[in-house]
């Protein structure tokens, strides 16, 4: 069965350093989505992708984070200073389409600890 | 905007059929999901309601009211297993992209 796949799986780094997470979706999956998920609480979305376009980053702060999808595939989120607040666990979710209410297929996360 | 609500945490016996309300406020509606997370784990898919009334799948059930802006999802038979977070997500009118709710914690004894 065709997964999410997501690295690292943990990373543990020291505030104002510079991290980044990856992400390969299911294969014809154009819809690429990064949340992140404090403890105790629900998915939060930061960036939406249709194949190599953003379509919805109003969430990401965009001062220390960046996103890109560059051939509409795999992913890359980054993040630069890294921040005390910022130790979260990291989920990267693909689906068919954005035209309408799609099942989205989670990764696996990387859980951050920024010390 | 919108908000969600649901219950933090409920606690339920081995066995038993444990019902998880959420109610949410949103300017449109586009369908409400249900997915299951367990501890560590990612969110799982486990329904998506339009329209009004009950869609049955196996041992879970969910239930939506579009006038009443309510859902709530049925466990039937419960397993250790089922122990998880239950995320409540609605799509904030104009968008397809869901919304989630803080989730509820299930604990399930013997």
């Known amino acids: 069965e065709a997964e999410v796949a997501q690295s690292p799986r943990y990373k543990i780094t020291e505030k104002s350093q510079a991290v980044a997470f990856w992400c390969d979706p299911i294969?014809?999956?154009?819809?690429l989505y990064w949340y992140r998920q404090i403890l105790g609480q629900g998915p939060e979305l930061l960036v939406q992708?249709?194949?190599?376009?953003?379509?919805?980053d109003s969430q990401l702060p965009k001062d220390r984070f960046s996103a890109e999808r560059l051939k509409g595939v795999d992913s890359t989120l980054k993040i630069q200073p890294a921040e005390l607040g910022d130790s979260a666990m990291y989920l990267c979710?693909?689906?068919?389409?954005?035209?309408?209410?799609?099942?989205?297929?989670f990764g696996p996360g990387t859980r951050l600890t920024v010390t | 905007g919108q908000n969600i609500d649901q219950p933090t945490e409920m606690t339920a016996t081995e066995g038993a059929i444990v019902q998880i309300n959420c109610t949410y406020q949103?300017?449109?509606?586009?369908?409400l999901f249900w997915y299951q997370q367990h501890a560590g784990e990612a969110p799982t898919f486990l329904s998506y309601?339009?329209?009004?009334g009950l869609e049955e799948k196996g041992r879970f059930s969910s239930f939506l009211s579009r006038s009443k802006g309510y859902s709530y999802l049925l466990l039937k038979e419960l397993q250790m297993k089922d122990s998880a977070s239950y995320l409540c997500?609605?799509?904030?009118?104009?968008?397809?992209?869901?919304?989630f709710g803080r989730g509820t914690s299930l604990i399930v004894h013997p």
């Open positions: 979710a693909s689906s068919l389409g954005a035209g309408a209410p799609h099942e989205q297929y």
């Open positions: 294969s014809g999956h154009a819809t």
């Open positions: 992708f249709q194949d190599e376009s953003v379509v919805d």
């Open positions: 949103t300017s449109g509606f586009n369908g």
């Open positions: 309601n339009v329209l009004d």
């Open positions: 997500a609605v799509p904030p009118g104009g968008s397809y992209i869901p919304t």
